[in-house]
């Protein structure tokens, strides 16, 4: 990172994304234009939150959306995210954390320790493959 560069945190993403107040939008449009602007998965995760649980949006708009997004700004860890987004997909019974921690897995190969039956049993499912 430099000096010039900066971390757009859930807010910033939500308006840039609804574009539901004009001048937030216009404002963090323009600072992804001029700047190099940073997303982390803590901050996606908070996105996902808000628009599944407050604006209602379906899991295919999101991954939509995500995917966009990744083009626009740079996602630390990206190839964790396009990996949960496929799980996130595919996989309606997990929520985007634990798709995310697949992602972990899957990228990083790092073990991932839950209780989360759910989770579990997809992590299980790569240790057959």
Do not use: H, W
Not at 11 to 16: D, E, S
């Amino acid at each position: 990172m430099q000096k010039n560069d900066c971390i757009l945190d859930a807010n910033a993403v939500l308006r840039y994304l609804l574009r539901d107040n004009e001048e937030q939008f216009q404002q963090i449009n323009f600072i992804i234009q001029s700047k190099r602007c940073y997303i982390t998965l803590e901050i996606l995760a908070e996105v996902c939150y808000v628009l599944d649980g407050v604006y209602q949006v379906t899991r295919e708009d999101i991954i939509r959306i995500f995917r966009k997004l990744n083009n626009d700004v740079v996602i630390y860890n990206a190839d964790v995210l396009l990996r949960g987004l496929d799980i996130f997909n595919k996989t309606p019974k997990l929520d985007f954390i634990d798709c995310l921690l697949y992602g972990y897995k899957l990228e990083k190969g790092i073990d991932i320790v839950t209780f989360d039956q759910k989770l579990r049993k997809r992590l299980e499912d790569i240790s057959l493959q």
